[in-house]
């Protein structure tokens, strides 16, 4: 069995519980966030690393930016490269994985947004992929990750949930493992007589961990934030942003 991070299925399947109306609704105005997080103008050349199905991609091409757009699932790239030539948008579709995608001394800032981090079971993978995004930055370009911090989670934990939504039922389980290094989640879909289940193990990273993994990949001048409004990355925080420069 394709571990999930690897399997289209998982990805197609649960595409409209992971994009819904209200995230593509949301991405606009995260967009101009991580705009103003990072201070870059539309001269800068952009990565969106992960980009899924290009809700962030999109709009940074619609705001002049040079974008280039990378995912492993090409279901999502066709769906963003559609999107593109309908709005007659320039942005470079790439289909590959993070652990291997490098374009030395390229990019303005990369951005990686959505929990698109700490997927894999092994933290050398992390890693590697840190040594990715610094060698494809440019000097004194920036990184912008975004993900749900170790120190969130227990704030806002709940052990099950499930919603209906045009007659079809998503199901969610979560069970923190090794003593919260990784959350591991139950995702099961039901639509009248189909039904579909995938398992899901997520590496979580606290603030200060994040902070010393981005200092061991050369990174410096990190800061976190709590929010895209720029916020103190504290007990108040809804997400964990971390910006930092090579």
């Given at each position: 069995?394709?571990?999930?991070?690897?399997?289209?299925?998982?990805?197609?399947?649960?595409?409209?519980?992971?994009?819904?109306?209200?995230?593509?609704?949301?991405?606009?105005?995260?967009?101009?966030?991580?705009?103003?997080?990072?201070?870059?103008?539309?001269?800068?050349?952009?990565?969106?690393?992960?980009?899924?199905?290009?809700?962030?991609?999109?709009?940074?091409?619609?705001?002049?930016?040079?974008?280039?757009?990378?995912?492993?699932?090409?279901?999502?790239?066709?769906?963003?490269?559609?999107?593109?030539?309908?709005?007659?948008l320039a942005?470079?579709?790439?289909?590959?994985?993070?652990?291997?995608?490098?374009?030395?001394?390229?990019?303005?800032?990369?951005?990686?947004?959505?929990?698109?981090?700490?997927?894999?079971?092994?933290?050398?993978?992390?890693?590697?992929?840190?040594?990715?995004?610094?060698?494809?930055?440019?000097?004194?370009?920036?990184?912008?990750?975004?993900?749900?911090?170790?120190?969130?989670?227990?704030?806002?934990?709940?052990?099950?949930?499930?919603?209906?939504?045009?007659?079809?039922?998503?199901?969610?389980?979560?069970?923190?493992?090794?003593?919260?290094?990784?959350?591991?989640?139950r995702w099961?879909?039901?639509?009248?007589?189909?039904?579909?289940?995938?398992?899901?193990?997520?590496?979580?990273?606290?603030?200060?961990?994040?902070?010393?993994?981005?200092?061991?990949?050369?990174?410096?001048?990190?800061?976190?934030?709590?929010?895209?409004?720029?916020?103190?990355?504290?007990?108040?925080?809804?997400?964990?942003?971390?910006?930092?420069?090579?």
């Amino acid at each position: 069995m394709k571990i999930w991070h690897e399997n289209d299925d998982f990805w197609e399947i649960m595409a409209p519980k992971l994009f819904t109306e209200e995230h593509w609704k949301r991405a606009p105005e995260e967009v101009e966030k991580v705009i103003a997080l990072l201070e870059i103008e539309p001269a800068a050349h952009v990565l969106d690393l992960c980009c899924g199905p290009g809700r962030h991609s999109l709009e940074l091409a619609r705001r002049g930016f040079t974008v280039t757009a990378v995912d492993r699932t090409l279901t999502y790239l066709h769906e963003a490269q559609n999107q593109a030539k309908l709005d007659k948008l320039a942005i470079e579709f790439i289909q590959d994985d993070m652990r291997s995608f490098i374009k030395s001394d390229t990019f303005d800032a990369i951005i990686n947004l959505y929990t698109s981090f700490g997927y894999f079971e092994n933290l050398e993978d992390d890693k590697k992929v840190l040594g990715n995004i610094y060698s494809s930055l440019k000097s004194g370009g920036k990184l912008l990750i975004d993900i749900i911090g170790k120190e969130i989670l227990p704030r806002i934990y709940h052990e099950r949930d499930w919603y209906e939504k045009e007659g079809t039922f998503y199901l969610e389980e979560r069970q923190p493992i090794d003593g919260w290094e990784r959350i591991k989640n139950r995702w099961i879909m039901i639509r009248g007589d189909e039904k579909h289940e995938f398992e899901i193990i997520h590496r979580l990273y606290s603030g200060t961990e994040l902070s010393w993994l981005l200092s061991e990949a050369a990174f410096h001048s990190i800061q976190l934030f709590g929010s895209f409004e720029g916020t103190p990355y504290d007990h108040t925080a809804q997400r964990l942003i971390a910006i930092a420069i090579k």
